[in-house]
């Protein structure tokens, strides 16, 4: 058993650069210099030395505007490409003593078949979409299973397509004749189907109608509230951040310029930049 009072997930100065870097890289970028590019080299400062703690059954949200960093982060964590700099340690992992980023890419495809599952923003990323819905979601089940029987196997999936209210009788149709929202409830399943310790969410609700996005945000929800999984949701959106997260980090150029609990910091804004962010939804 995991002590709750103990970080399910500890990351520690994390950065990342892409292109050129060189030693004027962090001063002469961020917030203060008004871009993440370099004048000096020419390379991006995608995230600076992020550091915080998400503890068991919480939701932590990363908001900020398109290229403030918050995506590279998650790409980052979900170990799908590796940080410049910076360390990160899972509870589950070595009982969190062993930094993910320096470990072996066959126990980095372990990890992320096993304790974590990720929802993309763009379905593409995390779905097959010549798959049926089934088979995107049985493809995670069978990577945990040695020795797969057909009908278990058919029957979980089954479960997490109804749990995500996706109506189990299309079960064997194409993913990619499904709408957006429904391409969402079936990334949800595949994502839940090792039952992770920790759900990682990019902009799970860009692109969709308004009226889909309250359904798929009121079932991200319902999910957390009922299975307690940990998440961490990425945003540019304060409605979905106000919805789902506990505390939140937000992020301009690379930087964290604010941190808290999220009420807090929706309510009383202290930096100048998320008092526009909040200003701009009133």
């Known amino acids: ?36 590019i370099c004048p000096e080299c020419g390379g991006v400062v995608a995230c600076w030395e992020v550091s915080f703690n998400l503890f068991l059954g919480e939701v932590l949200g990363i908001v900020g505007e398109s290229g403030s960093g918050k995506s590279t982060i998650l790409r980052c964590l979900n170990l799908d490409e590796p940080p ?34 990720i929802v993309y923003q763009s379905p593409h990323l995390g779905l ?11 493809e995670r089940l ?16 089954s479960s997490l397509l109804n749990k995500v209210q996706m109506p189990v009788k299309r079960i064997d149709e194409l993913s990619g004749a499904f709408s957006g929202g429904m ?10 189907a090792p039952r992770p310790m920790l759900l990682l969410l990019d902009e799970p609700t860009s692109g969709l109608d308004v009226s889909v996005q309250a359904s798929v945000l009121d079932l991200i929800a319902s999910l957390q509230r009922k299975t307690g999984v940990s998440m961490l949701v990425v945003s540019h959106d304060l409605g979905v951040i106000r919805l789902l997260t506990h505390r939140t980090l937000v992020m301009k150029m690379g930087r964290v310029v604010e941190r808290g609990l999220t009420d807090q910091i929706l309510e009383d804004p202290q930096h100048p930049y998320t008092q526009e962010l909040v200003a701009s939804v009133l």
Not at 143 to 154: A, S, V
Not at 183 to 192: D, E, P, T
């Open 183 to 192: 391409q969402q409830r079936v990334q949800l399943a595949k994502a839940l």
């Open 142 to 157: 069978l990577i945990q299973n040695n020795t797969p029987e057909y009908r278990r196997i058919r029957k979980r999936t």
């Open 128 to 138: 097959n979409l010549d798959f049926s819905a089934g088979a995107n979601v049985a």
């Open 84 to 117: 410049t700099t910076g360390e990160a340690f899972h509870s589950g992992v070595d009982k969190g003593k062993t930094n993910l980023f320096t470990l072996s890419s066959q126990r980095k495809r372990l990890i992320q078949s096993s304790l974590l599952g």
């Open 1 to 36: 058993m995991l002590n709750s009072q103990s970080p399910l997930l500890h990351v520690r100065s994390l950065s990342k650069q892409y292109g050129p870097s060189c030693s004027a890289c962090a001063r002469l970028t961020g917030p203060e210099q008004g871009t993440n």
